[in-house]
């Protein structure tokens, strides 16, 4: 493999509430022979809020990115979030329409071509690593572990804009898991919203729609969810025990973030890959595991 | 939550503004249903989100912009990538949500004062900075135990800062803000 160097955009959840999903994404990109290089003193995108109130708005946020890293001599750019990948390329995809990019240009007050690539860390897992790379990495399997994936609704979709992996029935954390010795249960919830920002604002609504999740995924006899999306971990995890309690629930579900997985399948532990940062603590479990590879890691 | 839609006169600037921002033709729209089907957040709505397209369909200005649905929408696009005719549903709950709040139109102000809890932050500093962003939403909506419970918890793992985590360049974020604001008035 041709060791590629991309644009990092860890985004503002990975230095808050996510920093073990941008810890070990690093660690797991480092293992597998990725270059990241943080977009200089990159600037928040502006999420869902900067969308739901002006589209132009939202767009030059995420253009001063776009801008410096063009100047970064890379071959694309990538990010683990995908509420930030909605927007990077969601505004990439509306800048192809000229008087668009001349609107955002003269509001950024600089020029940007808006045309690198711009790709999830997971996409960029399965295309230029691949699953087979990642199996061979694998030197403790996670065997013994049963798991529901769940992508959240936005890393596929919109499809025309995200052009990744299926938006209705997605398989790129499938895959993955599968190569690295975990039992990956069907999962009819894999891309349901869990309620996203409205934790805040309408815990009513994240209680019932994560609880869903939470309800689905025990029903299905999972040991944990593992998810590829900072806001999904966070309304699963750290609300776990406010969603229990609005729903009269019991539920003690880890819920990991992939990259986690990945390290910990590479026979890799501590803080980078902060197993310790989850709520829901998933130590019992992994001890539980087989004590051929539960050992290491209890 | 129900609703009935009332027959109203036909708002044709209206219309055509929709059609404008969001770059959607809603006359592709046959109510199909397909994007209430797979909508999360339904079950919250006044109206459901083909009947909001329709309400724009039929030119109900007030009737969209006075509801419920459009501000408590999660843009999780399943109406979007569902659609049967490619009208990207979810672009149009945005637009109608900025129309409201142009209109002063604010059906759910919690939701109004977080979106403009955490710009402010992103002007101020760069990125977001949570803590500040809870006590600004705190004191526009007196809402004092906002995730109370959830502080200790985020502290505990080190996944709350003290201090904000602003950006060298943040002279050039306020600058966009600004002549964005220009731009729009």
Redesign the interface.
């Known amino acids: 493999m041709t060791r590629s160097r991309y644009a990092y955009y860890p985004g503002c959840s990975g230095q808050g509430t996510s920093r073990e999903y941008d810890s070990s994404t690093r660690a797991m990109c480092q293992d597998l022979g990725f270059e990241l290089i943080d977009i200089p003193d990159w600037n928040c995108c502006g999420s869902t809020p900067a969308h739901a109130v002006d589209h132009l708005l939202s767009a030059s946020l995420v253009a001063r990115n776009l801008a410096i890293a063009e100047d970064m001599d890379v071959d694309g750019i990538i990010t683990p979030c995908p509420s930030c990948l909605k927007n990077l390329k969601t505004t990439q995809h509306r800048m192809l329409r000229p008087e668009f990019h001349a609107e955002v240009q003269k509001v950024l007050g600089r020029v940007v071509r808006a045309d690198l690539p711009i790709k999830s860390v997971l996409q960029v897992l399965v295309e230029d690593a691949g699953i087979e790379r990642i199996a061979q990495e694998s030197t403790a399997p996670l065997t013994g572990l049963k798991v529901v994936p769940y992508y959240g609704c936005i890393m596929n979709r919109p499809p025309d804009v995200m052009r990744f992996d299926d938006p209705e029935n997605p398989m790129a954390l499938d895959n993955i898991l599968t190569a690295i010795g975990i039992e990956v249960l069907p999962f009819a919830l894999k891309t349901d919203c869990c309620g996203a920002s409205l934790g805040t604002t309408r815990r009513d609504v994240v209680a019932r729609l994560s609880g869903r999740v939470l309800d689905a995924a025990a029903a299905a006899g999972a040991d944990a969810i593992v998810t590829a999306c900072p806001l999904c971990q966070m309304n699963l995890d750290m609300r776990q025990a406010q969603i229990n309690k609005a729903n009269g629930s019991h539920h003690r579900l880890p819920v990991f973030y992939y990259s986690q997985l990945i390290m910990l399948a590479a026979g890799q532990l501590g803080e980078r890959i902060g197993l310790d940062k989850l709520c829901v603590s998933p130590f019992s479990l992994l001890s539980s595991l087989g004590s051929q590879t539960g050992e290491a890691r209890s | 939550m129900s609703a009935t839609i009332q027959t109203k006169s036909y708002d044709a600037a209206f219309v055509s503004a929709v059609r404008r921002e969001s770059e959607q033709d809603l006359a592709l729209c046959y109510q199909c249903g397909n994007c209430t089907a797979g909508c999360?957040?339904s079950?919250?709505y006044d109206f459901p989100v083909n009947q909001i397209m329709y309400l724009v369909q039929t030119g109900r200005k007030m009737e969209a912009l006075s509801s419920h649905a459009i501000w408590?929408c999660?843009?999780?696009?399943?109406c979007?990538?569902r659609c049967p005719n490619d009208i990207?549903v979810?672009r149009v709950m945005?637009?109608l949500?900025?129309m409201a709040?142009q209109e002063g139109l604010v059906a759910?102000h919690?939701?109004h004062?977080?979106?403009?809890s955490?710009?402010s932050s992103?002007e101020k500093y760069?990125?977001?900075f949570?803590l500040g962003l809870?006590a600004s939403?705190i004191g526009k909506t007196g809402r004092v135990l906002?995730?109370a419970?959830?502080a200790p918890?985020?502290l505990r793992?080190?996944?709350?800062?003290f201090k904000p985590?602003d950006?060298?360049?943040v002279a050039?974020?306020r600058?966009?803000?600004k002549?964005?604001r220009e731009?729009?008035s």
Do not use: N, Q
């Open positions: 999360p957040v079950f919250a408590l999660a843009s999780c696009e399943t979007t990538t990207d979810a945005d637009v949500r900025h709040r759910e919690s939701i004062a977080f979106w403009d955490f710009l992103v760069g990125r977001v949570e809870m939403y906002t995730d419970d959830l918890v985020a793992k080190g996944k709350l800062s985590h950006i060298c360049g050039e974020v600058d966009i803000f002549r964005y731009h729009r």
